[in-house]
């Protein structure tokens, strides 16, 4: 049983999130610093192999209207590359999950403001959450 790895992207820290083997509960993984495009591959193809990842979910940040934004283009670009490692890629509504995720942190006494990739892994985490709760319906 494989899991499904969850993603934060972002131009300088990428949020990591995986699932259990059930594809059940959503846990906040690590943080890479998005520094050139060729390391991250190689870091997130280590990833998929070492955890054995059978999918790939990448939080697509819409704006609150609905609207692509810059994120947005740069963030379907990355999707598109990630779908060439022959994966399942998914995009999943990733709307306030920083906020959600600071907001979790701060009530478990966990300080944010110089702590951006644990509010970076726990987002991924509350989106990767919210897609393994729509695929068991």
Do not use: C
């Not at 591959?41 to 697509?60: N, R, T, Y």
């Not at 609905?66 to 963030?75: E, I, L, S």
């Not at 598109?80 to 306030?96: F, Q, Y």
């Amino acid at each position: 049983m494989g899991r499904v790895l969850g993603i934060d992207y972002g131009a300088r820290r990428i949020g990591l999130a995986l699932s259990d083997p059930l594809k059940m509960i959503a846990s906040p993984f690590k943080t890479l610093v998005n520094s050139s495009a060729n390391k991250l591959m190689v870091e997130l193809q280590s990833i998929i192999s070492d955890k054995e990842v059978e999918a790939i979910v990448i939080g697509i940040p819409i704006g609150m209207q609905g609207q692509d934004t810059a994120q947005t283009k740069r963030v379907r670009h990355f999707a598109e590359t990630m779908a060439d490692l022959g994966i399942p890629v998914s995009l999943e509504d990733e709307r306030l999950s920083s906020v959600s995720a600071t907001r979790a942190l701060t009530m478990q006494k966990i300080k944010t403001g110089f702590n951006k990739a644990k509010v970076d892994r726990t987002a991924a985490a509350i989106f990767l959450q919210q897609y393994l709760d729509k695929q068991s319906r």
